[in-house]
């Protein structure tokens, strides 16, 4: 969650809901149903939106850093949605990004992962909107495959719906700059 209290937190929490907040009956990637949908889309295309995100995104960063005193290497994000935020989060640390796709390409380098990655490297996976961190949890795996550590996961929102439960005992920390509740979302 954001720093609580801050007008600006509140204000972009705001404009994150309004922009990608839909009503009706949806069906999550996690197979569950929900009344609501947050459309990442909706909010990651918008510049004035990734330009305050950024900011939030670094400050985890290096929270992340200091708290388990360590050197971040690397971040990452998956496609496609992760892709706009692992970006901005990367031009405001100078940070250089890996993309990780959902799929092996069948064509050209026939990859899973994007950008360079050195065996030992730290990475922190950087998610749009987790409900289990189902897709967060397997792209972190594949970039551990690859011989990364991986100690963290920050999430643009949290739907509260056990995500940051199975990122816990996956033995990573999760971070969430939003939850559903700092989005005014309620069932």
Known sequence: MTTPGTAQTADLARLIAQAS?????????????SSYYLDKYLFTTRPEILRRLAPLL??????IERDLALKVDRLAGAELGGIPLVTAASLETG??????????????????????????????FIEDVATTAGQALEAVA????????????????????????N??????????????????VDE
């Open 58 to 63: 670094a400050e985890r960063i290096a929270a």
């Open 21 to 33: 907040l839909l009503r009706g009956t949806f069906t999550l990637r996690s197979g569950r149903t």
């Open 142 to 165: 594949v970039l551990q495959e690859a011989g990364a550590s991986v100690p963290a996961i920050i999430t643009t929102i949290d739907r509260q719906e056990g995500a940051r439960e």
């Open 95 to 124: 940070l250089p990004c890996i993309f990780v796709r959902n799929a092996k390409k069948g064509y050209g380098t026939a990859k899973r992962l994007e950008g360079a990655l050195e065996k030992g490297d730290t990475v922190v």
């Open 167 to 184: 990122v816990q005992a996956a033995g990573l920390r999760f971070e969430a700059l939003f939850t559903k509740t700092d989005l005014g």
